[in-house]
């Protein structure tokens, strides 16, 4: 099994910035793919960012220039940075861990951490 613990969000004035941790421990055998996803309430829960264990990035076009996606593979640690925010980035921000064992893709979530974006 495999958990994942976020921790960075909170309460930001327009404009300003962010920055969300995930760390996942337990029996992560070969990762493939990191990504944050967020809920906004009433709304369906979206992809922001992934970013593959080669590096490879994709952003939403709501977050392109905005947020930054990164991994530190030593510690298992994903780190979303979130500049410029804007009123409607508020929601809920989830970490998601892909991994792969003996040809089987396997997707882990962590519990969500609010971002809320007000003046």
Same mark, same amino acid.
């Given at each position: 099994q495999v958990q /994942? %613990?976020?921790? =960075? !969000?909170? /309460? %930001?004035?327009? =404009? !300003?910035? /962010?920055?969300?941790?995930?760390a996942a421990s337990g029996n992560i055998f070969s990762i493939?793919?990191?990504?944050?996803?967020?809920?906004?309430p009433g709304k369906q829960r979206d992809l922001v960012a992934t970013i593959t264990s080669g590096g490879i990035t994709n952003?939403?076009?709501?977050?392109?220039?905005?947020?930054?996606?990164?991994?530190?593979?030593?510690k298992n640690t994903v780190t979303l940075q979130m500049n410029s925010l804007k009123p409607e980035d508020t929601a809920v921000y989830y970490c998601n861990l892909?991994?792969?064992?003996?040809g089987t893709y396997y997707s882990f979530w962590g519990q969500?951490?609010?971002?809320?974006?007000?003046?």
């Open positions: /994942l %613990v976020e921790s =960075g !969000g909170g /309460l %930001v004035q327009p =404009g !300003g910035s /962010l920055r969300l941790s995930c493939h793919t990191w990504g944050w996803y967020r809920q906004a952003y939403a076009d709501f977050v392109k220039g905005r947020f930054t996606i990164s991994v530190d593979n030593a892909v991994t792969r064992s003996r969500g951490t609010q971002v809320t974006v007000s003046s």
